[in-house]
Every structure is written in C-alpha cells, then in structure tokens.
C-alpha cells in the first residue's frame, strides 16, 4: 500500500476532554510513527460521544491514510469506538468466538465472574481482523474497510496500547510496505551531573543533523537521546556509534547507561560481576530503595533485603544503632547513617550496607537539618563511608525521596567501579 | 455572547507531531475550561504548516466558536499561528509599537541584541488585541473576526501560556459572559472490584445528567468521577452529596476513598483514629508496602518499620520464620506469609503485621506456584490470617509488584474497619 496521507492519531475520551489525564498515548505514538518514517500530520482528541466521533472519522479520511484510535474499547456503554466505526461504514458487527473464550479465560484466570456487559468486547466491525490485548480483555482490530484506509484501534490504557502496538500493529505495518526507512535512537543516561552542565560539555554535538543528540532531564536525570536516520537498524547503529562513545568519554563516571537501563540495574550488573551482595536500610525512603533494586528481574542473585528502620526504635532494635548517638547527633546525621550501613551489612551477611536517613518534608524540618536534608551511608569489605546531600526546601516529599534513593543506588555503582 | 459549539483547543507544533514533548497544555486548558464550565468537545494537534493549520481551522470554525491556539508564535519562520489566522480571515496584519516596545526592553535586560526576526512577534491581525506575555517576548491575541467567533493564541511554552490564561485569557472569557457556571467533580475511589461489575452495580447512574457519573480503571483501582455543573461550587457540592453519598453505599467496603485519598492515607489514618500501629515483611514487593506507607505524610506516628526479607535466610534469621516450613512448604506458601507477619509484628512492637511473599516474575513460575501468585498476612492482636491472590501469568513484574502491596493495603484496611 503506498503512503498517500500520512497517519492521524485519534484519541477518544471524555476524560482527556476533561482534563483528568494526561495524553502519553499519543505521544507515544508520534514517536513510534517517526521511528518508522511515517508521515504523521494530525492528532485529534474526541469525546466518548457517538456523532462526534463519526465526524471526526469523516474529516480524517479526507486527509489521513492510516486512522489509529486509541480509548472507547472498554466494556462500559459510553465505550464506543468499534463500534461508531463499524456505523461509519455501514458494517455490521460480528461476535468472535475465539475472543470470547479468551476474554472468558482471562476473568477465570482472575477469580472474577465475567459480566454479560465484558461480552460485547468480543464484537467487531466484519471484515476486520483482531488485535489480540495479551495483557487485558478489550481487543483492538486492524481493518482496510475500503482502499487506501487503514484502521488500528487500541485500548486507552497505556500499558496495553504500547504492548499491543509493539508485537503487533509495526510487523503489520512492515508487512504493508510502511516503516522502509527507519529512524533509530539510543537513549543515553547519566547521574550526578546538571542538564546545563552536560550540555555545555558536549555543545558541539547539538548541532549535529544525522545523527542527532538532544537532551532531557527530570528527576535529577540527564538523557542525551542520539538518534539517526537510515536505511535499517544496522545502518543507523554504525552512525550513532562514534557519537555514543565520544559522548561517554566526555561524561565519564556520570555516565550510567542506556536505554531500559536504570541505576538499580547497573548496579545489580555489577555486583553480579563480582560476585558480591547488597541489602538496605532505609529511613525516609520507607522502602523505596528496595522496591527500586527489586524492580529488576532476578535481583535475588545479589540483594538479600533490608531493614526499614522508619521508627528510632528500630534503628536501634534492629540495626544496632548506638542509643546515645541517635539522642546527641539526631536521626539525621551521618554517625547514624554510617552505623545503619554497617548494621544492615552485618546484619544480613551481605558485602555492602546502604542507608538513608533524611527529612523528606513537608513537616520536620529544622534550621540545623531542613526538609530536604539527607544522609547517605554506603558500607563495604575495607571501609564505610557517608555523603550528606541537600536537595533543598523547594522540592517535594516525592522528589525529596526520589532523589535520595537514586543517589544512594549512584553512590554504591561509583563505588562497584571504583574497585573494579 | 452565548456560547453556541463550545472551546477548541489547537496546538500547533511539528515538535508535538514527532512525540518530542508531551501535550500538558492541551490538559491544563482541559482542566481550566471544564472548571469554567465551558464545553470542550475537541483537541487537534496540527505541524509548523500553513496550509494544514488553515484547514484545521475551517475545520474548527464549523464545530466550535471558541479557538484557542497554543505554539507558533515564536520568531523562526516556521512560526505560522499569527499570520496564518490572519489569512484566514483575509485581514492584514499591522505592527503594534508598544508591543515592540516591550520586545525590544525584555532584550535588553537579558542583554540580548534583537534580532530582526524578533519583529516580526508585533505583528497582529488589524483588529486584534494584544494578550499580554509577562514572562517571554512572544505575545498572544484574543480576536473576535466574526460574529460567534473569538479566539485566544497562547506561546507554546507552558509557564508562559498558564501566566497568561490566568491573567488575561480567563478575566476576558468572563468578561464575555463565560464561566459563569462551573464544573466541580469528586472522584471515588474503589479497590477490590472490576471496573464492568461495578458499573453493573451502579449502572442507573451512570445515565444521571448533572451530576454525571463516569467510570475509570487502571492498576487494580476503579473510580467513579461525580461531576455536576453549577452557578457555584457550594451548589454543585450539593447536587453531588447525595447520588456520591448512594454510590458510596451500593460499593459497600469496596469504597475507600476519594479525591487525593490512597490506600495507604486511608489505612494511616484508620490507625491513627484507633491509636494502633503498623510494620510490614516484604519479599518480592522488596519494600513497595513501606514504600507507599510512608509516601504519606506524618506516616512516621503508626508506621513504625519493616523487614525486606528477599532472601530466605532473611526470613528465618530476622523475621523467625521456620526453617523446616520453608523447606516443606516454600517461600510463597501461607504458613510463610502468616510466619512473616506474625515474626514483623513481634519484632518491631506494632499493632498490626503485615506481609507480602509472591511469584513477580517474568521468572520463578511453577505449575503449582505460577508467576502472580502472592500470598498476604496479616498479623493482628487477635489472630492471623492470609489470602493467596493468583494475579495471573500475563501480568507483569511491576503490575504484580503493585496490585500485591495495594492489595494488602486493603486487608488491613478491610480489617481495621471490621474492629470499628
């Protein structure tokens, strides 16, 4: 099929019109249609509501080729994407068996009773093949109702679209002649350094054209995205190479990773390298240091687990805090950091201890030790050592700690590098 | 002026078309327009491109009869917005000197030389009004062309765009006689039952027409928006209370809270009304269920901590767990999860014990414990009791991870009220 118009993305729901969420679908899908060169000139967002809905489908077949939907799959009436589309076509609705068993399973596979309503998900306009949901129940389907039109449609919720659009909507795409060129990126990552900083320190390569590097940042975060246009992946590896490696020489240690790397991932790497073990023990972070270590598949290999020592008590109970120096330095300080490190090491048999304790706001602050004050402690084989960080009054509770477990992870890689 | 066909939003911005940025100005204009009670039936999204943005706007003048633009008003030549609606509407465009003015002495305090292409930011469509930009150099116009028709053009960048709604664009609507009813909405919050069932639950009030009762789902967590349109908020409030109040008693134990509320807020303050205390014992959440305790604020006066028990051995060495149980029974297993909660209760001196020992995956299945199998405890003063959860294999790590530590939110809360 040749590309005559370029695709349009169609977003349908109340609740975008209301403000209530926030559209990353279809971002999403300008990223991925410009990944695979398609041209892409028109988004529309559009209420659950039936004639409008209609509308907006006449208007974008007089000037869009592929129509990509996403939302108004769901089992509730004011879902109504398939079939307001199968109504713009003047096509009935068919029941697909193999989709009712499928939906049917999934809500066994749950424990929960499937309701008459969930059957309607298992409707579609006919002639139009199924877009299988592997991880929920509305399906999506892909559909030519006459030529040089192309239907895709998804449901609203991001997970699902994004799993649905990756395995199967792009094959299908390639297979129709789409995505020839491509467009290929690295997503490279760093810690401990500013936008404005890294920024300056690689100036020379914003203006590059193909590849192209850009940079990003939020939540202490810094990305340069470098990506290149070429004929296939290959093509566009080899030119974004060179750029990728002068960029992590510059960076050096602030450099972490790439793409689905994360902190909590590096590190795991490189304890596994080593051979060597890891637990926590967390005060303001509440847990959120183990959750971060524990997000990675397998993480058993090299994290035993932790304390949380959110009360004094347990710091001492648990961790072998010194009572007197939690009563003369404060729960906030670096004697306690380093003595909840070293307990949660020995504690745990592990190789390192690494601990938070900090005042994470909005109440508890101080002059001495104000919200966003936090105290990190990292313990190993030779020595224990401990970093006070100020993050600043100005910052959430949820940024406050954020940041303080990602920097706990920073610390501990710099550290794994260090010995390496 | 009486509103005929309501707002459209029209953001113009090749950037947004590549997936470069995120939308947030299409919400926020969402969020502002449904508070001021004006109908929003549209959102396009449209490139640097003269000829599309003039059919996106003969589209627009069709259906709505307020267009407000964000993007394109900045000095490159791919800025478009402002000549191009002059075109449409075939009035020329004429230089305002104060606005030059203006231009001009914001260059000069950043002591920046002006550019000629900065000129070109004075111009606007002969019978336009100015719409002020305090924070940058870029200003907006509001412009009714026609009888019917009003528009408002906004800078792209955010904080400048916001600045600029609030302090003009809005005044200026109200002005006009807009705004003049308001939308105020609560949002109930659900836990333990699917969207479709609750829907059915409450089907006959989802047809209401002020207040509108509206359904939405995601990650285990169903709520149901009550949205009533009013001269005020107090009036609105109370055309709300009563189906909010029927709503909240059809869902039963199921409700849990609203608005800002979570599980966890919830939970702490059940807790802190009964003068009880809380500790958790997690394995494959690793620290999730802290996590979310002490995301609250205030959390330290009944959370008092927890043990990561990842490995087995920390388990049995820090939890008490039977070495022989978790030989014979497993890890995942509900003597293990009622051990756990029991040994974290007894340790730490709380109230309430509560833990958390599953298959996250993808890794880690078996026939007899597959991936998303969880088991929960929850230890009290009275007794122990545990619930094995199947979340299902085609869920993945992070959703399981998710469901699990809110789920056991729910237990205790579930428990806490059953004691009240």
């Not at 790439?258 to 005060?283: P, R």
Request: glycine fraction near 10%; aromatic fraction near 6%.
């Amino acid at each position: 099929m040749p590309e005559l118009m370029g695709a349009e993305v169609i977003c349908v729901g109340t609740e975008l019109l209301l403000g209530d969420i926030l559209n990353t679908n279809a971002q999403f899908l300008a990223q991925e249609l410009a990944t695979l060169g398609i041209s892409h000139f028109y988004q529309t967002v559009v209420g659950d509501n039936s004639q409008r809905l209609k509308d907006v489908v006449a208007i974008a077949l007089q000037r869009s080729s592929i129509l990509i939907f996403t939302g108004g799959l769901g089992p509730t009436p004011d879902d109504l994407t398939t079939e307001t589309l199968a109504d713009c076509f003047r096509v009935p609705l068919v029941e697909h068996p193999q989709v009712l068993d499928d939906i049917t399973q999934k809500y066994t596979a749950r424990g929960r009773p499937m309701s008459p309503s969930n059957r309607k998900q298992a409707l579609q306009p006919k002639g139009a093949a199924v877009l299988p949901n592997r991880l929920g129940t509305a399906p999506g389907m892909i559909w030519a109702p006459r030529p040089g039109v192309l239907i895709y449609t998804f449901p609203g919720v991001p997970r699902e679209m994004k799993a649905m659009w990756r395995e199967t909507a792009v094959p299908d795409l390639r297979r129709r002649g789409f995505g020839t060129t491509t467009i290929h990126s690295h997503m490279l990552r760093f810690w401990g350094i500013s936008e404005s900083a890294l920024a300056e320190q690689v100036a020379s390569f914003l203006a590059l054209q193909n590849p192209t590097v850009a940079p990003y940042a939020g939540q202490g975060e810094v990305r340069l995205r470098v990506a290149a246009r070429a004929l296939s992946t290959a093509e566009a590896e080899a030119l974004i190479a060179p750029v990728a490696d002068q960029l992590r020489a510059i960076a050096g240690l602030h450099y972490y990773g790439q793409d689905d790397e994360t902190l909590a991932s590096v590190v795991g790497q490189l304890l596994q390298a080593a051979g060597q073990t890891v637990a926590v023990a967390e005060s303001c972070t509440g847990g959120g240091l183990g959750h971060l270590l524990t997000a990675v598949p397998g993480s058993s290999a090299y994290f035993w687990g932790g304390i949380i020592s959110y009360a004094n008590a347990v710091k001492v109970d648990l961790l072998g805090v010194d009572a007197g120096d939690l009563a003369t330095h404060g729960a906030v300080s670096e004697d306690v950091a380093k003595q909840m490190a070293v307990g949660v090491r020995s504690r745990l048999h592990t190789t390192w201890g690494l601990s938070i304790t900090g005042v994470a706001g909005p109440g508890g602050g101080t002059p001495a030790k104000p919200v966003g004050m936090v105290c990190l402690g990292v313990a190993g084989p030779d020595s224990v050592e401990c970093h006070t960080l100020q993050y600043g009054v100005h910052r959430d509770r949820d940024l406050i700690r954020h940041l303080s477990a990602h920097t706990a992870l920073d610390l501990l890689r710099r550290k794994l590098l260090a010995r390496e």
